[in-house]
């Protein structure tokens, strides 16, 4: 489930019951990705992602870069798979957006660690 414009808002207002977490499924803010319901959670993953290694613990803005860095790339991707046809369900354009970063995002997989695979690593 995404983030609602209600809820964002309310959050931003400071009156909302709904917050960032990353409690899956991680919920993001899409129509707007510098959003501060996003900030908030690159900065809670931050955090989080500190805790288990501490000796990262001067990095939490570079964190925070590159999780939002994640957020928008795929937030492009979902973009593109939109545009791939009208009456495509909300899932299966998702799945083609996933599929879309999957195969062209290979090389960066290979350079980078996603967000995903970063949540992965800190949970196990």
């Known amino acids: 489930k995404l983030v609602t414009q209600e809820e964002e808002e ?17 919920r993001t803010y899409w129509p707007a990705v510098r959003s501060s319901w996003n900030y908030a959670l690159a900065s809670i993953f931050a955090d989080y992602f500190i805790h ?3 000796h990262y613990a001067d990095q939490k803005e570079d964190i925070e870069d590159h999780f939002m860095e994640r957020v928008r790339n795929l937030r492009q991707r979902v973009a593109r798979a939109q545009k791939l046809s009208p009456d495509v369900t ?10 879309l970063w999957r195969k062209k995002g290979n090389r960066l997989i290979r350079r980078r660690q996603t967000v995903s695979h970063l949540l992965m690593q800190i949970q196990s």
């Open 90 to 99: 909300e899932i299966e354009k998702y799945g083609a957006a996933v599929n």
């Open 10 to 26: 309310n959050f931003c207002n400071g009156m909302g019951q709904s917050e960032p977490t990353l409690d899956p499924p991680l």
């Open 52 to 54: 288990l290694r501490p």
